[in-house]
């Protein structure tokens, strides 16, 4: 090609910012759309008598989540695509009824604080708290979400190994590019598998835990220490396990049971 043939030029600025507006617009007006379609939803649960039924479905938010990010992008990030969806979805649910978050932030509240939002956006109430007893017994009522720290000494997994009506259903951070897991959230809602997860299993079992992982890994159990106090100890395990489950049944421990599973990240 000759040097002085003309070259295919970029888009002017304003070209670009006049593009912008236009599809600003398109993603109001579907912005809009979804909004009153959740509000439709509200209104038919009414009409069935469903109103008071907490509406959170964690496993079909991993399965539309997973579904986004595995379709082709051109530039948008994982962390982009996830924090929208999550305010989407986030606001459809205050719409069909009670919903709130309870925080438990132990050594590191800041951290969680924003964990949490960025997990469950800005449409539900966000209170802070100071104990994890408190997170858990507002993950009792209507609409109720615990967050609880992963940094804490005081072994709230034990409560919820007594308590099978509060499962846990995600870890925060969702994204490995957030970081790692800093809380776990937990409410009375239902869990199943998701096709990549992680199950959160608590034990009393004495010994080194690396024994106890060595010990696991040996009957094709992979699974790591999160939490270590009281004599019971958390262990997040790779996969989707139940409670029935022959191996974790053969484990260590005197003390023992699943406490919940989640999506594993995203990203991941």
Same mark, same amino acid.
């Given at each position: 090609m000759d040097a002085s043939d003309p070259k295919p030029t970029a888009?002017?600025? #304003?070209?670009? $910012?006049?593009?912008? !507006?236009?599809? !600003?617009? $398109?993603? /109001? #007006?579907? &912005?809009? #759309?979804?909004?009153? /379609?959740?509000? =439709?939803?509200?209104?038919?649960? @009414?009409?069935?008598? #469903?109103?008071g039924r907490f509406a959170l479905r964690p496993t079909r938010e991993a399965e539309v989540l997973r579904n986004l990010l595995a379709r082709p992008r051109k530039?948008?990030?994982p962390g982009l695509v996830v924090r929208i969806w999550r305010e989407l979805m986030s606001d459809s649910l205050s719409r069909q009824g009670p919903y709130h978050l309870s925080v438990?932030?132990?050594?590191?509240?800041?951290? @969680? $604080? =924003?964990?949490?939002?960025m997990r469950f956006g800005a449409a539900p109430p966000l209170a802070e708290v100071g104990r994890p007893e408190e997170a858990i017994a507002a993950a009792r009522t209507p609409g109720g979400v615990? &967050?609880?720290?992963?940094?804490?000494r005081t072994p709230w997994w034990g409560r919820l190994l007594a308590d099978p009506t509060l499962r846990v259903f995600a870890a925060l951070p969702c994204l490995t590019a957030w970081g790692r897991p800093a809380a776990l959230a937990a409410a009375e809602v239902e869990i199943g *598998?998701?096709?990549? !997860?992680?199950?959160?299993? @608590?034990? !009393?079992? *004495?010994? *080194? *835990?690396?024994?106890?992982v060595e010990t696991l890994s040996k009957d094709g159990v992979a699974a790591e220490l999160l939490g270590d106090a009281g004599g019971l100890r958390l262990f997040e395990l790779v996969g989707y396990y139940q409670s029935s489950d022959e191996r974790l049944a053969r484990a260590p421990g005197r003390l023992t049971g699943v406490i919940g599973a989640a999506s594993a990240p995203l990203d991941a």
């Open positions: 888009r002017t600025l #304003e070209a670009v $910012r006049a593009r912008l !507006d236009v599809v !600003d617009q $398109r993603l /109001l #007006e579907l &912005i809009d #759309e979804r909004a009153a /379609l959740a509000g =439709e939803v509200a209104a038919a649960k @009414v009409a069935a008598g #469903e109103s530039a948008a990030t438990f932030g132990g050594g590191q509240a800041p951290v @969680v $604080r =924003e964990a949490a939002r615990a &967050i609880l720290a992963l940094d804490s *598998p998701t096709g990549g !997860d992680r199950t959160y299993w @608590v034990t !009393d079992a *004495p010994g *080194p *835990p690396d024994r106890l």
